[in-house]
């Protein structure tokens, strides 16, 4: 196969994914950053009831009509509301009742007085008005944030802390979110040391677990950690196989080269997994094999880290987002400035970055086994081939 473009080689992913249907209840405080599954309507008015803005107290707006400081009007107060009391007794003529803050207006009441614009005499039990006060004043009707039967959110719309407090507020017990799709995470390479011990002589211990996997549960998705392998063709794939029926899609760092131990290409062949491409026309990351397998995709990256999370950002995540449905993980783009120069390379480069005020800034080095220097990092420059780029210049970020 052919050198392709990152571009293609992502159109021919998405085309052969769909999004994952299965949904399931969980409990509102479970469903921060998942995908509502279905339409979600207002069940209660919110406020479910007519309610007073401050401390004061509750009154008929006509009791207080031609009130003024030269001849205030005296109101008895008959009683104080407490937030949670629901008092059903109507309001008589001529009396006030001491209301706080959130609490239920009771019937006959239309508007509220804030208590340091009224005086009070006998120990509180009158306030006397010196102006008058207009109806709803100070008055939250029931249903003025949200109303009964109000549609709240559609199917597809990713809750954020927001959405889980309104239907906090709603009453929710459950929330119908769509399932995660579940993607298992499989580093191989007979050079892999398990972290905890000493380094044995020409061994190097697995960054890539923690590199991908953990940048899948920054993402929003639990990653199925399958036990790193070494170089056995035979081996690894029997751990597929005999995994794959569980998961949504499967991520393999190592072995996607063209030395004697990239093995991917024989594991391919043991499982009849359906290629759909091979290298991309840039670096680094240009070393990922890609294919379907019992219906699922199978992303194999470099085995050096940051070729590895390049090849994450420009093809695995935008998939996994169309399975997810989730939006937010499609390629995005900016025109940043660049804070220096680049000289032109012959082959299209992904460098990372971190821009800072529409400026991107990047390190000095960027060979693809060096992982220090993505800390930081929030963006890849798509550096054209052949074109050298002076500091100032505008260049093309993909945002991570």
């Avoid at 207006?105 to 340091?116: I, L, T």
């Avoid at 309104?166 to 119908?176: R, T």
């Avoid at 131990?261 to 991309?280: M, T």
């Avoid at 420009?314 to 449905?325: D, F, N, Q, R, Y």
């Amino acid at each position: 196969m052919e050198r392709i473009s990152a571009e293609k080689a992502l159109s021919l992913v998405l085309d052969r994914v769909n999004p994952k249907e299965d949904s399931q209840n969980v409990p509102p405080d479970e469903a921060l950053g998942r995908v509502c599954a279905a339409a979600l309507y207002a069940p209660v008015d919110n406020p479910p009831f007519d309610r007073s803005t401050l401390d004061g107290y509750a009154l008929r707006s006509a009791d207080s009509a031609g009130a003024s400081t030269a001849n205030p009007l005296r109101l008895r107060v008959a009683g104080t509301i407490y937030a949670g009391d629901a008092r059903t007794e109507r309001l008589e003529p001529g009396t006030a009742l001491r209301i706080m803050t959130g609490a239920m207006f009771p019937p006959g009441a239309d508007c509220m007085v804030m208590q340091e614009n009224v005086s009070t005499v006998d120990d509180g039990a009158e306030i006397l008005l010196s102006a008058p006060v207009a109806a709803r004043e100070n008055y939250i009707c029931a249903g003025e944030d949200i109303r009964k039967g109000q549609p709240l959110f559609g199917a597809g719309e990713r809750l954020g802390f927001a959405h889980i407090a309104v239907l906090a507020a709603m009453g929710f017990a459950e929330v119908p979110v769509k399932c995660l799709p579940v993607f298992g995470l499989f580093c191989t390479g007979d050079e892999l040391s398990p972290a905890g011990r000493p380094l044995p002589p020409g061994k190097i211990y697995n960054s890539n677990e923690a590199l991908i996997g953990l940048r899948m549960r920054e993402l929003g998705f639990v990653p199925k950690i399958l036990p790193a392998s070494g170089d056995d063709a035979g081996m690894v794939a029997a751990k597929i196989d005999a995994v794959i029926e569980e998961l949504d899609g499967l991520v393999t760092t190592g072995a996607v080269s063209v030395g004697e131990k990239d093995i991917f290409h024989e594991v391919f062949k043991i499982l009849g997994v359906e290629k759909l491409f091979w290298r991309l026309d840039s670096r680094p990351g240009g070393a990922i094999l890609c294919g379907i397998y019992r219906g699922r995709p199978l992303f194999c990256l470099s085995g050096n880290p940051f070729a590895a999370l390049t090849g994450f950002e420009l093809i695995v995540k935008p998939a996994i987002g169309k399975i997810a449905s989730r939006g937010d993980l499609a390629v995005r783009k900016r025109r940043v400035k660049l804070a220096d120069s680049l000289a032109a390379k012959p082959v299209r480069r992904f460098i990372r970055a971190r821009i800072e005020d529409g400026t991107a800034k990047f390190p000095t080095e960027h060979m693809s086994g060096q992982i220090f220097s993505i800390i930081g990092c929030n963006c890849l420059l798509d550096i054209p081939a052949g074109r050298a780029l002076d500091a100032g210049s505008a260049a093309e970020a993909l945002l991570f």
